[in-house]
């Protein structure tokens, strides 16, 4: 982290806040959904001990879809293959991100890169995307604190709902619905890129 | 450590280790002079990305209540939401709740938990099973006070889906009644695909057989 000591610390300050008003919206996101997975995770998965379980998977995949995906699978003490191939399955798409942020990303320090690449979830990568930030060192600097604040919000979320659903008796009867909204959410957004695309592809021949 | 833990823990590894190979593999490649995703990238994320998606939904369906309208009622709603508003998290919740309600009103069949407050017979053409254990409908009863299990306990007699002549589970309830078990009643299966002898699931979808009290249970003959 010496290196970012090159940038001015008022610009610092600049950069970190920048970095956590622009996360501002997802907070607001990923607490909620963070919550949900969490609840599904203390009702449904059939843990000892929820909350830990919870803060474990969010913050080892950084993951919403997996959050959700891992709670039937962990109540049904599903195989090893089955595992793999339903994190593959539903997590296939960050290949995309890491095609986009490549070239961005090249030269960063190995701990910051694998940090990077460990938290380049939907959302963060949206971020990331939308920021314009000639020198890369000042973009490095705002994307490590942009992912940073993300992360802590999804763990914190999913912590917090499970413990909440550990604690107390919600009304959980469907609450399991969450996960094929979820999927159905992803799979509307790519259907309506796809019409995007072709639409504007007609347009130019 | 506990077995189980260890297996979670490697679940939680693998989902770790498959994510993480997934975001890393753009990284690893090497840097092209052209730059931008190939033909193969592209042409994944038109199509085998969406048909992915689909299949997760049909696979994260069959934990719902799939043979009611309301799992798909509450799905045409979600994405509705989500064409007109695109908040993901907006409609994501008007589904759910959509679900959550209409499953609380009763609207879709109710799953009935017969593992744990009750105890379980299983009742096939030629036999009663308790615990695995192939028993007389004279020697349930002796069997049911050795395990000290008390009278008023709900006893859910499960009808195996091969049973068409329900005689030999009324003389089992009969002989439940006359020993005081006023609480057995017989259940008869409607979902499970796969009751296999001796495989009784941890949490089956029962439906409850219209359960005459225990005056009317008695039947002649027996």
Known sequence: ?205 | MDENILKLFMMVAIGWAVTFSIRLFPFLLPHSKKGGTSRFTSLYNDIAAPLIIASLIIYSYSDLEWKSVYPYLAGVITVFIHALKRRPLFSILAGTVFYMCALSCGCATQNVDVSNSSTELHLYNDCVRFKNKSVTPADVVDILRGENIPRTRTIHILVDSSVRDLSYGKKLLSCLTKAGYTRAILVTQKHSSSAAVGRPKPVMKWSRDETPEPRQRRVRGF
């Open chain 1, 1 to 205: 982290m010496r290196e970012f000591a090159v940038i001015k610390l008022e610009e610092r300050r600049k950069i970190i806040r920048s970095a956590f008003v622009a996360s501002l919206p997802v907070l607001a996101g990923y607490s909620t959904m963070g919550f949900a997975a969490g609840v599904l995770m203390a009702v449904k998965g059939s843990v000892a001990y929820p909350p830990l379980w919870a803060a474990l998977i969010a913050l080892s995949s950084v993951s919403g879809t997996l959050s959700f995906a891992m709670v039937p699978l962990m109540a049904s003490g599903a195989s090893a293959l089955s595992t793999a191939l339903l994190t593959l399955c539903v997590n296939f798409r960050y290949v995309f991100y890491g095609f986009s942020m490549r070239e961005r990303w090249r030269g960063v320090p190995f701990f910051q890169k694998w940090f990077l690449i460990h938290s380049l979830a939907d959302e963060i990568f949206a971020l990331d995307l939308a920021h314009r930030e000639e020198d890369p060192l000042k973009n490095r600097y705002y994307c490590l604190w942009n992912h940073f604040f993300n992360v802590v919000y999804w763990v914190f979320g999913t912590t917090t709902g499970a413990v909440v659903g550990a604690a107390f008796e919600l009304p959980s009867k469907g609450i399991e619905f969450a996960m094929p909204a979820l999927f159905l959410v992803i799979l509307t957004d790519q259907v309506r890129d796809l019409l995007v695309r072709y639409r504007k592809g007609d347009k130019n021949g």
